[in-house]
Nanobody
């Protein structure tokens, strides 16, 4: 079982930045992959950034070049640095972890980008 707690969401103007944090109850080195997903009203949840235990990252085209996922293994925390935010980035953001073939999700944090 892995518990994930996100923080750092809020309201920001277009062009601004936010950093989200996700504290994990398990050692990050045990997790196969961690990532960030988001869900806007009326849309499906989209996994847009992942990082493996070896540090390899991947991003959806919609956030590539603007968002950066990183980890601090000593703190068992995953971060999402979001720059050049757009109104279409408005969504609930969820932290994701994969351990032994099981998916785990946090409770989500709201990010609202005003135009």
């Amino acid at each position: 079982q892995v518990h994930l707690v996100e923080s750092g969401g809020g309201l920001v103007q277009a062009g601004g930045s936010l950093r989200l944090s996700c504290a994990a109850s398990a050692m990050l080195l045990r997790l196969r992959t961690m990532g960030w997903a988001r869900q806007a009203p009326g849309k499906q949840r989209e996994l847009f950034a992942t990082i493996t235990g070896g540090g390899s990252t991947s991003y959806a085209d919609s956030v590539k070049g603007r968002f950066t996922i990183s980890t601090d293994n000593a703190k068992n925390t995953v971060y999402l640095q979001m720059n050049s935010l757009k109104p279409e980035d408005t969504a609930v953001y969820y932290c994701n972890a994969v351990l032994m073939g099981n998916d785990y999700w946090g409770q989500g944090t709201q990010v609202t980008v005003s135009s």
